[in-house]
T-cell receptor, first 116, second 116 residues
Framework: NAGVMQNPRHLVRRRGQEARLRCSPM?????VYWYRQLPEEGLKFMVY????????ESGMPKERFSAEFPKEGPSILRIQQVVRGDSAAYFC??????????????FGPGTRLTVL | DAKTTQPNSMESNEEEPVHLPCNHS???????IHWYRQLPSQGPEYVIH???SNVNNRMASLAIAEDRKSSTLILHRATLRDAAVYYC?????????????????FGQGTILTVHP
């Protein structure tokens, strides 16, 4: 059973460009979470999605960031007009149907975004 | 979210047991205690979780205090591959309502160094 897949693993963008990060959850998982880890900082929750629904976006920056998890296909984290401060590692995690306190999240290897 | 407190760093020798403490004095009755770890340049990895009783799995053991205000992650025989940042995280139950049960709130964690 393949784990959580993220691509690309490394992404370089110039200021003002768009970045699209993809996450394919584990088979059978319908809950996806995105986290960001800025250099020398801890992991911060960004958004929690179920298929076609955003459940909790309390950690998403108000502007330029959006996320989706369509009925078919991977979850996408989209960053418009990137700035240098967006340079970070972005991790995706997934969990099975019941996303409650007793269930674990499975993390992908991350996408490392560098903004020049 | 209820807060956890962990030592910034700990050191161990290879093949020796390691006890990683975590204080969570404001834990609620429905909060699960989760442990994750992050190896260098990798995504977080689930280690173990529990609610009230001590737990064992192939990776580690989790000892939970009777009043649940603290817990200890036990690695029975540390290896060099166990060098990582270890995070103690509280997660609410779905039965508690709200959406906060979905996300993981990472603190600074404990940096574990294992000496050969």
């Amino acid at each position: 059973n393949a784990g959580v897949m993220q691509n690309p693993r490394h992404l370089v963008r110039r200021r003002g460009q768009e970045a699209r990060l993809r996450c394919s959850p584990m088979k059978g998982h319908s809950h996806v979470y995105w986290y960001r880890q800025l250099p020398e900082e801890g992991l911060k929750f960004m958004v929690y999605l179920q298929k076609e629904n955003i459940i909790d976006e309390s950690g998403m920056p108000k502007e330029r960031f959006s996320a989706e998890f369509p009925k078919e296909g991977p979850s996408i984290l989209r960053i418009q007009q990137v700035v240098r401060g967006d340079s970070a590692a972005y991790f995706c995690a997934s969990s099975p149907l019941l996303a409650g306190g007793g269930n674990e999240q499975f993390f992908g290897p991350g996408t490392r975004l560098t903004v020049l | 979210d209820a807060k956890t407190t962990q030592p910034n760093s700990m050191e161990s020798n290879e093949e020796e047991p390691v006890h990683l403490p975590c204080n969570h004095s404001t834990i609620s009755g429905t909060d699960y205690i989760h442990w994750y770890r992050q190896l260098p340049s990798q995504g977080p990895e689930y280690v173990i979780h529990g609610l009230t009783s001590n737990v064992n799995n192939r990776m580690a053991s989790l000892a939970i205090a009777e009043d649940r205000k603290s817990s200890t992650l036990i690695l029975h025989r540390a290896t060099l591959r166990d060098a990582a940042v270890y995070y103690c995280i509280l997660r609410g139950s779905t039965n508690a309502g709200g959406t906060s049960y979905g996300k993981l709130t990472f603190g600074q964690g404990t940096i574990l160094t294992v000496h050969p």
